[in-house]
């Protein structure tokens, strides 16, 4: 139900009250977005970012998304009407392209989180992290959902954010891996290690 980081968090950042219980098998996609909401809003307290520039979408977007899925109060904190919206650089837009080349089809839910795991993946953290997520679980659960395609090539179980490179390499016909093999490289557990432990926000508590 509700009681999870990402719900938790964006109501006490934004002095909410308790959030009416939210079924996560029925609205996994808005689940998601609180956590990712969550992350751009400590890195908007802090002075890090911007919402456009923590989240990757468009300004319009994040309008559309706050008034449409969250209570009143909440656009406000993200100070929108400050903010403009930031042109993705080179690496960014070939990860988004990648992601949508996989995106189901018509479905503005998977383009908007390809703009978001875009630009958190330029972050350094491990992904499931940089968007607020509880484990990696449910970031696989993400990718399997609105790029079914791409997760059905990670049959090895690689660590995301280190196999959405891979991909792009591979489109452009190169490596930065120099062994020969998985299992001949000597920072094997560097790419499918078990990501363990919990959010970075359930980490501070």
């Given amino acids: 139900m509700s009681d999870r980081p990402g719900w938790r968090q964006l109501s006490e950042l934004l002095g909410l009250g308790p959030w009416p219980p939210i079924d996560l098998e029925m609205d996994f996609d808005q689940y998601v977005l609180a956590c990712v909401l969550s992350r751009a809003l400590e890195e908007i307290d802090a002075g890090e970012a911007t919402a456009t520039e923590a989240t990757g979408l468009t300004q319009a977007e994040l309008r559309d998304i706050l008034n449409g899925s969250f209570p009143a109060p909440t656009s406000h904190a993200f100070r929108l009407e400050e903010v403009s919206d930031v042109k993705p650089g080179l690496e960014e837009e070939?990860?988004?392209?990648?992601?949508?080349?996989?995106?189901?089809?018509?479905?503005?839910?998977?383009?908007?989180?390809?703009?978001?795991?875009?630009?958190?993946?330029?972050?350094?953290?491990?992904?499931?992290?940089?968007?607020?997520?509880?484990?990696?679980?449910?970031?696989?659960?993400?990718?399997?959902?609105?790029f079914p395609t791409l997760a059905a090539g990670n049959t090895n179980n690689m660590r995301w954010k280190r196999y959405l490179y891979r991909?792009?390499?591979?489109?452009?016909?190169?490596?930065?891996?120099?062994?020969?093999?998985?299992?001949?490289?000597?920072?094997?557990?560097?790419?499918?290690?078990?990501?363990?432990?919990?959010?970075?926000?359930?980490?501070?508590?």
Wanted: charged content about 35%; proline content about 2%.
């Fill in 94 to 146: 070939l990860l988004r392209d990648l992601l949508l080349a996989h995106a189901r089809a018509g479905d503005s839910a998977s383009v908007r989180f390809a703009k978001i795991i875009a630009r958190r993946a330029l972050r350094h953290d491990h992904l499931w992290r940089e968007l607020g997520l509880f484990d990696r679980v449910e970031l696989s659960r993400l990718v399997a959902t609105h």
């Fill in 167 to 205: 991909k792009l390499c591979e489109a452009e016909g190169f490596s930065l891996c120099t062994a020969p093999t998985c299992r001949e490289c000597k920072d094997l557990e560097s790419c499918f290690c078990p990501e363990e432990g919990e959010s970075v926000r359930v980490e501070a508590k």
